[in-house]
């Protein structure tokens, strides 16, 4: 579970301990690691967390994460539910925009590094996070940021869209292996990344909506769990139900519209681009 130790992250967590699972969770801060591992442990009654610290904004980080988590052999769910939506624009450590740092590379990156291990637990599944913010996105991959100035729903749409059709991608390449692949929409959620959003996040156009959006954040964490536990636990959605979960934990195509052929294209060359970038 990447960033399991705060918001959606930290509730489904929680959920999948109570079920029996056991749980490593990766982020930054080692104090907020330590109080996640101890709730972990309390919800399963039994030691059943860990902690790894990592800054998954960081390709390179990201990707020696993967290389230790994956020699320790099998693994049965890789949740990436790192990301999220920033007011202020900001830079990784390798110098790429945050939205696309951490919300397509990290999970790409950490994932590619898995597959063995997630092939050799197979049946397994992959479960990416993604957000409604995808229909905002413009659709165009001809350099890290979109043109124009930086909004960061619009920004973090754009991610999680390239995200979402590197996930239909994936299930694809994946489908006879025994590795399901799934995305999940958690809906907007009162978490610590809502809580910095200011108006500053939407374009002009939008921000006569800015209190309605703001109201949506309240929504509780039990209820933002719903699809990415579906997603992670529940039945594999029939064939042709698409690999979607929405916010109310049943498969829903919505944010699927979006993902065209030209976009799954450019978002393999962009992302392929980006990474040379970054290092082996
Ligand atoms: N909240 C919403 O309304 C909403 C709506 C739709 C989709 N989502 C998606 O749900 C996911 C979780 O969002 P959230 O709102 O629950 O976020 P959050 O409350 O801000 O929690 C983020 C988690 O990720 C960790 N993290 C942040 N930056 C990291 C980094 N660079 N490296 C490693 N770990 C990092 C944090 O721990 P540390 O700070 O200790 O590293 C924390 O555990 C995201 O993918 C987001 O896009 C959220």
């Given at each position: 579970?990447t ?6 992250g ?5 959920e999948?301990a ?7 969770v ?5 104090a907020?690691?330590?109080?996640a ?11 059943a ?5 990592a800054?998954?904004?960081s390709v390179?980080?990201t ?6 988590l994956a020699a320790?052999?099998p693994?049965?769910l890789?949740v990436n ?11 990784s450590?390798?110098?790429?925009e945050?939205?696309?740092a ?5 999970p790409?990156?950490?994932?590619e590094?898995l ?15 993604t ?6 996105a413009l659709?165009v991959?001809?350099?890290?940021e ?5 909004y ?6 754009r ?8 996930t239909v ?6 489908a006879d292996?025994?590795?399901t692949?799934?995305?999940a ?15 500053d ?7 006569p ?13 039990h209820?933002?769990?719903?699809g990415p536990?579906?997603?992670a636990?529940?039945?594999v959605?029939a064939a042709?139900?698409g ?9 829903d195509?919505?944010l699927?519209g979006?993902?065209t052929?030209?976009?799954t294209r450019?978002?393999r060359t ?11």
């Amino acid at each position: 579970m990447t960033g399991g130790t705060a918001g959606i992250g930290l509730q489904l967590t929680l959920e999948l301990a109570a079920q029996g699972w056991d749980v490593t969770v990766v982020a930054r801060d080692e104090a907020r690691g330590a109080a996640a591992v101890a709730r972990i442990d309390e919800a399963a009654g039994r030691a059943a967390g860990r902690f790894v610290r990592a800054d998954l904004s960081s390709v390179a980080e990201t990707r020696a994460t993967g290389r230790r988590l994956a020699a320790e052999g099998p693994l049965h769910l890789l949740v990436n539910n790192v990301g999220g939506m920033w007011t202020e624009r900001w830079l990784s450590p390798e110098g790429i925009e945050a939205s696309v740092a951490l919300n397509h590379l990290s999970p790409y990156v950490l994932t590619e590094t898995l597959l063995e291990s997630l092939t050799a637990a197979a049946p397994s599944r992959i479960v990416n996070i993604t957000s409604g913010a995808v229909a905002a996105a413009l659709p165009v991959f001809d350099d890290v940021e979109p043109p124009g100035p930086h909004y960061g729903l619009a920004a973090t749409g754009r991610a999680k869209l390239a995200h979402l059709a590197h996930t239909v991608e994936l299930a694809g390449r994946l489908a006879d292996t025994g590795v399901t692949v799934l995305a999940a929409d958690p809906g907007p959620a009162a978490t610590d990344n809502a809580a910095q959003m200011t108006v500053d996040i939407l374009p002009p156009e939008l921000r006569p909506h800015w209190e309605q959006i703001r109201e949506g954040v309240t929504r509780p964490l039990h209820l933002a769990v719903r699809g990415p536990l579906a997603a992670a636990t529940g039945a594999v959605p029939a064939a042709g139900a698409g690999l979607v979960i929405g916010p109310a934990g049943e498969p829903d195509s919505t944010l699927l519209g979006s993902v065209t052929p030209e976009v799954t294209r450019a978002v393999r060359t962009w992302t392929e681009k980006l990474l040379a970038t970054t290092g082996p």
